[in-house]
């Protein structure tokens, strides 16, 4: 008969340790993000711009449009259009 307690034990053995290595992993690659705004910030580029870039990207185009136009609304509303 297997022991329940030793199977869950060592499942959760088995989750925290993978867990430890992806937050290891995570931390690297933060670094490594880290480095390359680095550079482009010694190369003249403004990194608040591109990490505003990155984050259009990321966006569909239909969502994208959509922040935009309602940003412009709002730059209008408050007189800055």
Same mark, same amino acid.
């Given at each position: ?27 690297? @690659?933060?670094?490594?993000?880290? +480095?390359?705004?680095? =550079?482009?910030? /010694?190369?003249?580029?403004d990194t &608040? ?6 984050? @259009?990207?990321?966006?569909?185009? +239909?969502?994208?449009? =959509?922040?935009? /136009?309602?940003?412009?609304?709002? &730059? ?6």
């Amino acid at each position: 008969m297997v022991d329940t307690q030793s199977v869950a034990a060592d499942q959760l053995k088995s989750i925290i340790e993978r867990i430890e290595r992806l937050e290891e992993e995570k931390k690297a @690659l933060s670094d490594d993000i880290k +480095d390359v705004y680095g =550079e482009a910030k /010694a190369n003249g580029f403004d990194t &608040k711009v591109l990490r505003k870039i990155i984050s @259009l990207r990321k966006q569909d185009r +239909d969502e994208r449009m =959509e922040e935009e /136009a309602i940003l412009e609304l709002y &730059k209008q509303a408050l007189g800055m259009g």
